[in-house]
Antibody, heavy 121, light 110 residues
């Protein structure tokens, strides 16, 4: 079964750090670009970051640039999001998503279930 | 404030046709493909439309997308109760060098 499973969310104090993981299975992970998308409670979707298939190219939303780092380990079929200097406004459900090879680079055809990150003292 | 602008809500009765608009600019919708996502309550989003007007396999043909200039729209015909969900448009933005989503439209089936 093709699936993405996020982990690593939790409660962290402002200024703290957290690393999210996204384990992929059922497909050739190393062939796909991957993204992180977040959703604050009761709010809409916000794109966070993307990484190309071999990890050599990354992009970030302005709101997280310089604080978050996306990476991947193709040998472990795992996507990561290192989040530093966390702020209250980073509180959200974080989804990892696969960009479809067939439908376009912003067509996310597989999503994880999401992991909740809460930044609060 | 989202880069792509959607109406916060829309509604219709079963069997009706409803449209949801998405307004952007030359750096996003005007120069890149538009995608639409459906998010049912408590679940992850699902890809509904790709490359402006294409449906992934498994998406009913009641759903259709279109794009003109810097605006796009999603149309749902033969409205059903199970279509009650949040709908989001999305595109790449060349000026931001990043992805952008609309604020989302909550569709209510009366």
């Amino acid at each position: 079964e093709v699936q993405l499973v996020e982990s690593g969310g939790g409660l962290v104090q402002p200024g703290g750090s957290l690393r999210l993981s996204c384990a992929a299975s059922g497909f050739t992970f190393s062939s796909y670009w991957m993204h992180w998308v977040r959703q604050a409670p009761g709010k809409g979707l916000v794109w966070v970051s993307r990484i190309n298939s071999d990890g050599s190219s990354t992009s970030y939303a302005d709101s997280v640039k310089g604080r978050f780092t996306i990476s991947r380990d193709n040998a472990k079929n795992t996507l990561y999001l290192q989040m530093n200097s966390l702020r209250a406004e980073d509180t959200a459900v974080y989804y990892c998503a696969r960009a479809s090879e067939d439908y376009g680079d912003f067509a996310f055809d597989i999503w994880g279930q999401g992991t909740m990150v809460t930044v609060s003292s | 404030q989202s880069v792509l602008t959607q109406p916060p809500s829309a509604s219709g009765t079963p069997g009706q046709r409803v449209t949801i608009s998405c307004s952007g600019s030359s750096s996003n919708i005007g120069s890149n493909y538009v995608y639409w996502y459906q998010q049912l309550p408590g679940t992850a989003p699902k890809l509904l439309i790709y490359r402006n007007n294409q449906r992934p396999s498994g998406v009913p043909d009641r759903f259709s997308g279109s794009k003109s200039g810097t605006s796009a729209s999603l149309a749902i015909s033969g409205l059903r109760s199970e279509d009650e969900a949040d709908y989001y448009c999305a595109a790449w933005d060349d000026s931001l060098s990043g992805g952008v989503f609309g604020g989302g439209t909550k569709l209510t089936v009366l």
